[in-house]
């Protein structure tokens, strides 16, 4: 399952695993107050719901067949963002830790490369800016 919430994913229980998982690997992706050399005081996360949606479950759906698991979610929050506040969490089961690990780490890499979710920093000196968006300007 893959979905974007404006909700706290701290507040969000983790699921059990199956009885025939041997490791389950939790990534939780959180706001940092640095990047780049700049302070940051917070992220403000936007998404094309119903694409994001649509993509992120795709990339949930590989991962089942690129990878000897048994079963991959993902949660990725919108809105604004406090340091320290998780942005996103994926939960990959598998027999053995390897390939939990491997499946968690390409999940990452493809939710943040490929589904439609968009991150703005604000900085301490007042200015912002979208990360990784080609040809937005910072204001401020």
């Not at 940051?40 to 094309?48: C, I, P, R, T």
Request: contains cysteine.
């Amino acid at each position: 399952m893959f979905c974007i919430t404006s909700f706290p994913i701290e507040e969000l229980p983790v699921a059990k695993p199956e009885c025939a998982a041997g490791a389950t690997v939790v990534f939780e992706g959180t706001v940092r107050d640095q990047n780049e050399g700049r302070t940051v005081e917070s992220l403000e996360y936007e998404a094309l719901e119903s694409l994001a949606t649509k993509e992120g479950q795709r990339i949930l759906d590989e991962s089942l067949q690129r990878f000897p698991i048994l079963g991959a979610t993902c949660v990725h929050r919108v809105g604004h963002l406090s340091v320290g506040e998780v942005a996103i969490r994926v939960v990959v089961t598998a027999p053995h830790r390897r390939e939990a690990f491997d499946a968690c780490q390409w999940v990452v890499d493809e939710v943040k490369s490929r589904v439609p979710i968009w991150k703005k920093e604000h900085y301490a000196d007042g200015s912002s800016g979208w990360i990784g968006a080609k040809g937005l300007t910072v204001d401020g």
